[in-house]
């Protein structure tokens, strides 16, 4: 990001072979000078030695280029510049490609990508570059490409795939996991892929894919990965799977209990479910900082929230609505994961996703008077319906 006449601009890498293409593209983006400072190559090896001379916020190459390839490009982007978010443009043709890439590819586009589409993705990911402040946390979550599994459900998956077992089989599998979930889904709901609408059901996912792509993550991409219970004996991913399940289950019942909305209740399933991956980045990539925030929660009586933006002047909530925004996932996913325990920071002032996830999540903890804020369920007008969900989820 650089600093012009008082205003911060973001700085824009675009990679492509074809100079008609950087043409284009110099056209399409003429409006968003005044935001963005631009730099179009035509060679990966011309990017990285922009790269080297200058800090970039956002790369978006083309995937198909003649020696170095996009997600090679991407690779060593990650490796040598992790801060920098990495968008790659890709033909339909190359579907094995993409699935290669997963691993060093915050998010697909087609190609051609519609301008909108494309200016759109790259603010929101400038955007999410302001929300995160901490320069050594950014860093290392830009650079997350996977996150571990538990290990009973690696096993599982593994086992399965190698028996060529049923799409409904591997999918019941890979929905029992947040981390399979969340990669499958920053896959599938790739402008790349075209869907009609976003895709929240990874049982959906998995069809969508077919198998075989599914086996390349696993066996080929090495997409997934198992847990080391070894990283923090105070942290046990099944107690958060199990929370995390229960969380969404409720979530999913309240938004359905209030809409009718059987599809979207889905969604606030999803929501749930993902709602604390944070914990599972910081425990995996910061053990000793997220030990700390366990500590002094103890010691202080604090909740882990809290004593997490002690320690690190950040949170789960923030960290994993950060990593997930970077994935492509919807503005509602990252918007109810950033605000479930402050929801009057948020920008949406209705019943929503939000809600139902801040209230499942304080019912599950069995801490209504600790985790709850009455005063944004008065704002909403829903302070009467509390006992009522919680009554839902003794049913």
């Not at 979530?251 to 809409?259: D, H, N």
């Amino acid at each position: 990001m650089k600093r012009e006449g008082g205003a911060m601009k973001y700085k824009i890498l675009f990679v492509d072979d074809e100079s008609r293409v950087l043409m284009g593209l110099q056209r399409m983006l003429r409006r968003m000078r005044k935001e963005w400072e631009m730099v179009f190559v035509s060679s990966p090896e011309k990017a990285i030695a922009e790269l080297e001379r200058q800090s970039f916020d956002v790369i978006v190459t083309d995937m198909k280029m003649p020696g170095m390839q996009g997600d090679q490009l991407l690779s060593n982007v990650k490796e040598r510049f992790p801060d920098v978010i990495r968008l790659i443009l890709s033909g339909h043709a190359e579907e094995e490609k993409i699935a290669r890439s997963i691993d060093v590819t915050h998010q697909f586009l087609s190609k051609p990508c519609e301008p909108e589409e494309l200016k759109e993705t790259i603010k929101r990911c400038c955007w999410l570059k302001s929300k995160l402040t901490d320069p050594h946390l950014k860093k290392v979550v830009t650079k997350i490409s996977k996150l571990p599994t538990l290990p009973e459900l690696y096993t599982q998956i593994t086992e399965a795939l190698n028996r060529d077992a049923s799409v409904k089989e591997i999918a019941d599998i890979i929905s029992q996991d947040i981390s399979m979930t969340a990669k499958i889904l920053q896959l599938v709901n790739s402008p790349f892929f075209g869907t009609r609408y976003k895709i929240a059901n990874p049982a959906q996912a998995v069809n969508f894919l077919g198998l075989e792509t599914i086996k390349n993550l696993v066996f080929s991409f090495g997409v997934f990965s198992q847990f080391d219970k070894k990283t923090l004996k105070e942290f046990h991913l099944e107690n958060l799977w199990k929370h995390s399940m229960e969380v969404a289950a409720l979530s999913k019942r309240i938004y359905f209990e209030e809409t009718s909305d059987e599809r979207k209740a889905s969604y606030a399933f999803l929501i749930g479910m993902l709602h604390d991956i944070g914990k599972l980045i910081l425990v995996t990539n910061f053990p000793e900082t997220f030990k700390k925030a366990i500590d002094i929660s103890k010691q202080d009586s604090l909740s882990l929230f809290e004593a997490e933006a002690v320690i690190m002047g950040t949170t789960h909530a923030e960290v994993g609505s950060y990593l997930l925004g970077l994935w492509g996932f919807q503005d509602d996913v990252i918007e109810s994961i950033c605000y479930h325990h402050k929801p009057r920071n948020a920008p949406e002032t209705d019943f929503s996703f939000l809600t139902c996830l801040h209230v499942a999540n304080a019912i599950v903890n069995d801490n209504i008077q600790g985790l709850i804020d009455l005063e944004y369920l008065q704002q909403l007008g829903m302070v009467d319906k509390l006992e009522n969900w919680q009554n839902v989820n003794k049913q």
